[in-house]
């Protein structure tokens, strides 16, 4: 089992960037494919991106490509989220989750655990 801690969201103007943090305690955190989903009020969880346990394999969204990036430190346990050009749209609670299968997965269904989330309010 893998308990998981997001930090590092808060309010930031459009164009902005963050960097929030997810950090893993509990089983080996390298045997695990870790992803980022959001959701926003009234909205659906949705995928955001994932990477995969050497951190070599990463995978996005198309509403974040090319502006987020996915990254994990496993000395560290820990996996990185950073959002530049943030758009209003991008404001929801982000979350992130471990999977211990491997392969792209972009359901939340998916993924094993789950940290309580962090809130990211961009604003215009």
């Known amino acids: 089992q893998v308990q998981l801690v997001e930090s590092g969201g808060g309010l930031v103007q459009a164009g902005g960037s963050l960097r929030l943090s997810c950090a893993a305690s509990?089983?080996?955190?390298?045997?695990?494919?870790m992803g980022w989903f959001r959701q926003a009020p009234g909205k659906e969880r949705e995928f955001v991106t994932r990477?995969?346990?050497?951190?070599?394999?990463?995978y996005y969204a198309d509403s974040v490509k090319g502006r987020f990036t996915i990254s994990r430190d496993n000395a560290k346990k820990t996996v990185y989220l950073q959002m530049n050009s943030l758009k209003p749209e991008d404001t929801a609670f982000y979350y992130c989750?471990?999977?211990?299968?491997?392969?792209?997965?972009?359901?939340?269904?998916?993924?094993?655990?789950w940290g309580q989330g962090t809130q990211v309010t961009v604003s215009s």
């Open positions: 990477i995969s346990r050497s951190g070599i394999s990463t």
């Open positions: 509990g089983r080996t955190f390298n045997s695990y494919n």
């Open positions: 989750a471990a999977r211990s299968i491997g392969g792209v997965a972009t359901m939340a269904v998916y993924y094993d655990y």
